[in-house]
């Protein structure tokens, strides 16, 4: 039988209307500004629900579909799937993201940069899914990956990283010749996935992350937020919660 969405039950949660403004960018690119770049430069569609019918979906894009769906009700009803070349971009991890750049304190550099990895880096099945509030002033994605031979080490090493910042690098300087940032780490607090963090960088440029990341038995799956102001909000974590275990459901 063909593949289709598994029917879940969603709370209703009631999305307070944040009015912020889209920030863009000409200054050296932060840990994650890669991760909703596709995002926020494309013309997303109308249209949450894939194009494609369940019997071409594999069972990550079926997750992603699922998520994107979950999101479009909750208050991002445009969407984006990333697919062939700008995948593939994605999957390559950046180099040199640091390259110029001196981060105080200097223990916190390498999980820091780690903050780039994603799961469709495993270069395994993959599948993503980007999607925008109605003024697009906050972009969103989420993206599935099978973990394959190496994907539970992989994984599994990123969560160790985020616990390290957590612990070690709750506030970390950016330092280069031009400008000086600073990162402010916090947990916010979702018990129901395996890594959690909530980051905020100030400066001219302003934004502000929360990502969340939980593995299945054969897959690896992350909900990510960005915004030009705070997303720093129970009912907004709520909302990421939601859209993750709309994809879950459809993972073995």
């Known amino acids: 039988m063909p593949k289709?969405?598994?029917?879940?039950?969603?709370?209703?949660?009631?999305?307070?209307?944040?009015?912020?403004?889209?920030?863009?960018?000409?200054?050296?690119?932060?840990?994650?500004?890669?991760?909703?770049?596709?995002?926020?430069e494309a013309t997303a569609s109308a249209s949450a629900s894939p194009s494609a019918s369940a019997e071409e979906l594999t069972t990550a894009q079926l997750a992603t579909a699922a998520g994107s769906v979950i999101a479009s009700q909750l208050g991002f009803p445009s969407s984006a799937k990333i697919q062939g070349k700008d995948l593939e971009s994605l999957a390559t991890p950046p180099t040199d993201t640091l390259k110029g750049i001196v981060v105080l304190p200097s223990q916190c550099s390498t999980p820091i940069n780690d903050l780039n990895w994603s799961p469709v880096q495993l270069g395994t099945e993959s599948a993503r899914t980007d999607f925008t509030n109605d003024s697009?002033?906050?972009?969103?994605?989420?993206?599935?990956?099978?973990?394959?031979?190496d994907g539970a080490k992989s994984t599994d090493q990123h969560t160790k990283n985020v616990k390290s910042i957590l612990s070690e690098c709750k506030s970390v300087k950016l330092n280069t010749s031009e400008y000086t940032e600073t990162l402010k780490f916090s947990d916010p607090a979702v018990d129901s996935v395996d890594s959690a963090l909530y980051y905020s960088r100030n400066g001219e440029y302003a934004q502000n992350s929360l990502v969340l990341i939980k593995k299945s038995k054969e897959y690896v799956a992350m909900v990510s937020f960005v915004s030009a102001k705070s997303?720093?909000?129970?009912?907004?974590?709520?909302v990421a919660t939601s859209v993750m275990d709309a994809a879950l459901s459809q993972l073995p």
């Open 136 to 149: 697009q002033s906050i972009t969103g994605s989420v993206e599935v990956a099978k973990l394959g031979s």
């Open 231 to 238: 997303l720093k909000d129970e009912k907004f974590n709520k």
């Open 4 to 40: 289709r969405i598994k029917l879940i039950s969603v709370p209703l949660l009631l999305v307070t209307a944040l009015a912020l403004n889209a920030c863009s960018s000409g200054q050296a690119e932060m840990p994650q500004d890669q991760t909703h770049k596709i995002a926020s």
